[in-house]
Every structure is written in C-alpha cells, then in structure tokens.
C-alpha cells in the first residue's frame, strides 16, 4: 500500500477543533498522506484570523494551507482541495471531527482489495465533549434508498473515501447546494459507482 491519500479539511468558522482534526491525520497509520486545509473564511473575519494562528503552527509539517479570497460554502471548499489534490484516494474531514488512527490504513485496504468498489463509508460516532451520544453502524453496501430514508450517515462528510476517478466523473460537488451537499453527490455517486 503506497498509493497517496488525499485528506482535505474544509474549514469556516471552525478554529476551536482544527487543530484536533489535523492531528488526527498526521497521527494515521497510513503513511502516504497529503492534508489539505480549505479556508473558507471571509479574509477580514476574526475566524481567518484565528485559522491561521492555528495554521501556524503547523508551517513545517507539509500542509497545503488554501485561503478563498470570500466565503464560497463547503461544496466550494471541498471542490477546491480535489483541486489540488494529487492522492489516487480522496477522503474529507470536517474541522470539528477527527479520524481514529487506522481508518485511512483500512479504507485503502478495503479499496485494493476489491475490484468491484469505488468507495468506502465508515461508521460514525457521535460525541458531546467526551461522552459517547450514539454510534451509527457502517454495516452494509450504501444504496440510493438508504440515502433518501436517512438511514446511513453521510452527512458528516468526514466518513467518505473514495478513488479520484469518482471526482474525475462526477466533476466534484454541485456548488449550488449550501446545505446536504454531500448527500447530493453521494446519490450521483450511486448513479455510476459502487459504495461499501
């Protein structure tokens, strides 16, 4: 396993936990890794400032550090890092999750075993500060209808790892969606690829 993952980090007004989500990433198992932090702060908002006091500390370590010159919304910023991005696997890491240390090692593992995926979704665990509120279970392949009945989280966005030719078909996310973005392009992304 050395194809390079590509791990992009939207970020709007999300300082307090970036740096927690950013962590997460450098402490994976997986080593191939490319971060990508999208700044979509307005350029004069004390939420710019604040991420990049925190992108600061990071200048050594090789993070792509984008700034939007205005608030775009996070089809946008997500659309950016695939830009930029030049991993054969795409994932997404909302600022204020993070990923626990195996799940980029398993998600490429998942991928290169099968010939028949192009994607992987993941569990997820839904916290309040440090107590556990609910576990939602990654436990069968991903269909359009267990979408459209919300019965799977994807709307995190941070539990999506798919291969580059997805974004390379699909062209990236509908920037006309403010909001469930990521559902929108999951139920694209069924039209044509398989999800496990």
């Not at 450098?26 to 999208?38: C, D, F, G, K, R």
């Amino acid at each position: 396993m050395t194809e390079t993952v590509s791990v992009i980090i939207p970020t709007y007004k999300g300082a307090k936990n970036l740096a927690r989500a950013i962590d997460s990433i450098l402490h994976q198992t997986y080593n191939s890794i490319e971060i990508i932090v999208v700044d979509d702060n307005d350029p004069f908002s004390n939420e710019r400032n604040e991420t990049e006091a925190v992108m600061k500390k990071y200048e050594r370590k090789e993070i792509k550090y984008i700034k939007h010159g205005v608030n775009k919304n996070g089809a946008a910023a997500r659309n950016t890092g695939i830009a930029q991005a030049k991993g054969e696997y795409i994932c997404f890491l909302d600022d204020d999750d993070f990923y626990f240390a195996n799940r980029v090692k398993k998600s490429v593992e998942i991928l290169e075993k099968s010939q028949i995926y192009d994607a992987v979704y993941c569990s997820v665990i839904i916290t309040n500060k440090s107590n556990i509120k609910g576990i939602i279970k990654a436990d069968k392949v991903l269909t359009t209808k267990d979408i459209l009945l919300d019965e799977m989280v994807i709307g995190t966005g941070s539990n999506i790892f798919l291969k580059r030719e997805v974004f390379e078909v699909l062209k990236g996310f509908d920037e006309s969606f403010r909001r469930h973005q990521d559902l929108e392009f999951m139920l694209r992304c069924l039209e044509k690829f398989k999800i496990t």
